[in-house]
């Protein structure tokens, strides 16, 4: 079976612009010996560059995954929802199997309706034309980007201690995804009441919810100084975790790396800077 393969978009510029050489990472792709992973933010951080440089990472990727098979991974939200949900079968003594947050298709990885993305037309659109479709839409421009960082920066230093998971108001979306109601795997519909809900997550392990723990643990360890902050820094705290937890290997940059290590995160990604060599071990 392929391992799963989670670049950081850095360095999807970097084998685009032939930074860094490809001849065993295209093999291996081709050879079926790894699947590359894609989210929902590699492609909201292609739209947001320069149409030049756009083209160019979104033309090498279509032309890399014609040769092999590419998978996308849904969102961390989607996948706090379902983790917790998974949870809570367990809790009730269901068997609900492993979590599943691979998909073929990128558009099978949304749970909303996005002009443009006809869901039966976008299964065959290939990452240039996502990406060109993306950019000229409004919800996909990180508007709220700085001024969520500024509510992070102003909870933490009220805080002065490290996240409570258990305080919705501080993130946002750890507790604030468990589902109202979740579906069994024989297609029946449990409601969960608030008591149930405080029962579940009482007796909750973080192993249970890898993602969320992730994320925690990037939040806790993460700088969130009170000068320098840019926009692109929010989304670090969604770009990581759900591929760190899913995928058999994930890359990211010093900075998200360091986060997640001062954070106490039970699993660590490779860096940026390691992959030229894990490359040449394929």
């Known amino acids: 079976m392929a391992r799963t393969i989670y670049l950081d978009t850095a360095l999807w510029y970097d084998l685009a612009e032939g930074r860094i050489r490809t001849e065993s990472f295209e093999s291996a792709i081709h050879d079926g010996i790894i699947t590359p992973v894609f989210s929902f933010i590699h492609l909201m951080e292609f739209a947001q560059s320069e149409i030049t440089s756009r083209n160019r990472v979104t ?11 590419a998978c996308w991974i849904k969102s961390l939200p989607v996948v706090s929802e379902e983790e917790l949900g998974h949870g809570y079968l367990r809790f009730q003594a269901i068997d609900s199997g492993p979590v599943k947050v691979l998909k073929d298709a990128f558009v099978d990885t949304l749970r909303i309706t996005v002009q443009g993305l006809d869901r039966v037309e976008a ?18 421009r990180k508007t709220r980007a700085l001024l969520d960082i500024v509510r ?6 009220k805080a002065g201690k490290s996240v409570d998971p258990s305080r919705s108001e501080y993130v946002r979306n750890v507790w604030a995804d468990m589902p109202r109601s979740v579906q069994t795997p024989r297609g029946l519909w449990l409601d969960i009441t608030p008591a149930l809900t405080d029962q579940f997550l009482r007796q909750l392990r973080w192993e249970e919810i890898p993602a969320i723990a992730l994320r925690v ?13 840019k ?9 990581i975790a759900p591929p ?3 995928c058999d290997v994930a890359f990211t940059d010093k900075r998200v790396y360091a986060a997640l290590e001062r954070g106490g995160a039970t699993r660590l990604p490779k860096r940026n800077s390691e992959f030229s060599a894990w ?3 394929l």
């Open 244 to 246: 760190l937890a899913y």
């Open 279 to 281: 490359c040449r071990e």
């Open 59 to 69: 033309r090498y990727i279509d032309a890399l995954i014609q040769t092999g098979r």
């Open 217 to 229: 643990a990037l939040l806790n360890g993460w700088s969130l100084g009170l000068g320098g902050a």
């Open 152 to 157: 992070l920066q102003l909870l933490r230093l």
């Open 123 to 140: 299964r065959t659109y290939n990452v240039t034309t996502l990406v060109s479709i993306m950019s000229g839409l409004r919800q996909f």
């Open 231 to 239: 926009a692109s820094d929010f989304e670090d705290l969604f770009h």
